[in-house]
């Protein structure tokens, strides 16, 4: 795999990232064991991922079906059993197949997809979800607005099959600490008032400052793996 700069080795940025979100915890008055570190491994191979089980990483996130249907079954034999997170836009016709491979779901971004997950949710199983909100008001971004979030948020807990279990977001690419912060903080603030425990929220541009408004779950790809290449 291409390496850049002085930390080479996946085990070593691993490394790194720990550091640096314990450093956000500490800043913010929080334990580290608050913080779920999620290895986005989209356009990695199942051996980054393999190496990133033996630097301890046990969360692995991938943004599409068709990519985790590939990868996935590549890795069943590790022990014990890793927990993958789909944080890339669903399609209503993959949810079948999605519910297959990951065990939770961080891009619900209709109600339209929450329902079609909970026809195909087996009987007797509450599929975890996170709810995605487009904090922002981005034209091209997936995400339930802040201001329907509440009503849609109602209506999909009242759904058989799911366990809503929190927010998610995609920060703005593209601005400084000043932009990004307001953007968590409205999370926390609509998670809190939903009574939504978990945060997914903070990838390689952000994670600190994430960490330091309550994320939950940071979702973090390049940090780890390195840069993607053509994607
Ligand atoms: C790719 C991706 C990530 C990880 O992004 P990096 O910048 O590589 O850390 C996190 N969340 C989602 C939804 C993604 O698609």
Known sequence: MQT?????TIAERVEAVRLRIAGACRRSGRSSDEVTLVAVSKGFTSEAVREGTAA??????ENRVQEGQAKLPQLTD????????MVGHLQTNKVKT???LFDIIHSV???????AISRRAPPSVRVPV????NVAGEPAKYGLSPEELPAQA????????????????VAPMTGGDEELRPVFRSLRRLAGSLKLRELSMGMTDD??????????????GRAIFGERSGR
Do not use: K, Q
């Open 130 to 133: 996170l709810l995605e909100v």
């Open 4 to 8: 850049s700069g002085r930390l080479s």
């Open 109 to 115: 971004d209709s109600l339209h997809l929450a329902e």
């Open 154 to 169: 109602e209506a999909i807990r009242s759904l058989p099959g799911l366990d809503v279990r929190g927010l998610m977001t």
């Open 56 to 61: 301890g990483l046990r969360h692995f996130g």
């Open 78 to 85: 590790i022990s014990p059993r890793l927990t993958w997170h």
């Open 98 to 100: 999605a519910l297959g």
């Open 207 to 220: 994670f600190e400052l994430a960490v330091e408004e309550g994320a939950t779950i940071v979702r973090i």
